[in-house]
C-alpha cells in the first residue's frame, strides 16, 4: 500500500516537472517544457483536467472493487443476493460518465480548434520527409533546400543529442506564426517538436499544413514519428529560434550557402 501510494505521489508530481532544456531528459515522465501557447495548453489540460479525472476515476472503481471483495466474499455474504435492478444506480451510471465526457471534450476540442485553425502567418516553410531526412524550403525567400542529416554519434558536441542533432537546422524568429506546410517525397513520415505541439504526417503526393510560433528563443528538437524504414530513428528535426534580426541575416547566409549546393535529393536522384 505504501509503495503504491509512493508510486502515485510520484506520477502527480513529476506530471507537473518538465525537463529544464529542450531536450528528453533520462527517466522523464511529463512533458517537456513547452515553448509554444498551445503547448503549455495542452500540458494544462492534462495535468489540470484529465489527470485528476482519470485518477479519481481509477481509485474510485479500485475502491469499490476492494470493498465488494472484502463485504461480499462467501464468508462474509453466504447467501447471494438476487437485487437484478436498480434505476437510480443505472441513471447514474449513465449520466456521470457522460457530463465527465463533456468536460472532458470542451477544453479538448477548444485545443484540437486552436491547432487546426492557421492564423495570418508570417513565415511559410515547407519540410519534406525523405527516406532517411528531412529537407526544407523557404518559399519567401527564393528557392534554396536545406538538407538536414543526423549527425553520427562521433560528431557531436554533447552525447545527449544522439539521435537529436542534424548538420543543419531551419531557422525561425521568434514570436511569429510559421506556417508549415509538409509532404513527403517516398513513404509515410511525420513532423514533431514535442515542445512545440506540433505532429502532422507528411504524405507522398498530398500537402499538410500546420503552424507554431515559439515564444522563447533556442533550439528545439524532435524526430520523425511515423515509422518509415530501417533508418526511421536516424531522422531527427532541429528547429533554431531566433530573433527577427538574426532570422534576416541567416536567411541573407542560407540564400547564398544552400542555393549553391548540391542537395542530397539530387545526389540521390544522381546515382
Ligand atoms: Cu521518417
Not at 472532458?104 to 477548444?110: E, L, Y
Amino acid at each position: 500500500m505504501k509503495l503504491f501510494l509512493k508510486i502515485l505521489t510520484l506520477l502527480f508530481i513529476s506530471s507537473n516537472i518538465v525537463s529544464a532544456e529542450n531536450l528528453p531528459t533520462d527517466w522523464q515522465l511529463g512533458f517537456q517544457e513547452p515553448a509554444t501557447d498551445l503547448m503549455a495548453d495542452v500540458i494544462n489540460f492534462h495535468t489540470y483536467i484529465l489527470l485528476p479525472i482519470i485518477t479519481a476515476i481509477s481509485v474510485f472503481v479500485l475502491g469499490l472493487l476492494l470493498y465488494i471483495y472484502y463485504r461480499f466474499n462467501s464468508v462474509r455474504n453466504p447467501v447471494a443476493s438476487t437485487t437484478t435492478h436498480n434505476t437510480l444506480i443505472e441513471i447514474l451510471w449513465t449520466v456521470i460518465p457522460v457530463v465527465l465526457l463533456i468536460i472532458i471534450a470542451i477544453p479538448s476540442f477548444r485545443i484540437l480548434y486552436v491547432s487546426e485553425t492557421i492564423p495570418e502567418s508570417d513565415i511559410t516553410i515547407k519540410a519534406t520527409g525523405n527516406q532517411w531526412y528531412w529537407s526544407y524550403e523557404y518559399p519567401d525567400y527564393g528557392d534554396f533546400v536545406i538538407d538536414a542529416n543526423m549527425l553520427d554519434d562521433s560528431e557531436l558536441s554533447d552525447p545527449k543529442l544522439r539521435l537529436l542533432e542534424t548538420d543543419t537546422q531551419i531557422v525561425v524568429p521568434v514570436n511569429k506564426v510559421v506556417k508549415l506546410l509538409i509532404t513527403s517525397d517516398d513513404v509515410l513520415h511525420s513532423w514533431t517538436i514535442p515542445a512545440f505541439a506540433v505532429k502532422m504526417d507528411a504524405v507522398p503526393g498530398r500537402i499538410n499544413d500546420t503552424w507554431f510560433k515559439v515564444n522563447k528563443e533556442g533550439i528545439y528538437y524532435g524526430q520523425c514519428s511515423e515509422l518509415c524504414g530501417p533508418r526511421h530513428a536516424f531522422m531527427p528535426i532541429n528547429v533554431k529560434v531566433v530573433s527577427q534580426e538574426e532570422f534576416d541575416q541567416w536567411i541573407e547566409f542560407a540564400k547564398e550557402e544552400y542555393a549553391s549546393l548540391e542537395t542530397t535529393q539530387i545526389k540521390l536522384a544522381a546515382k
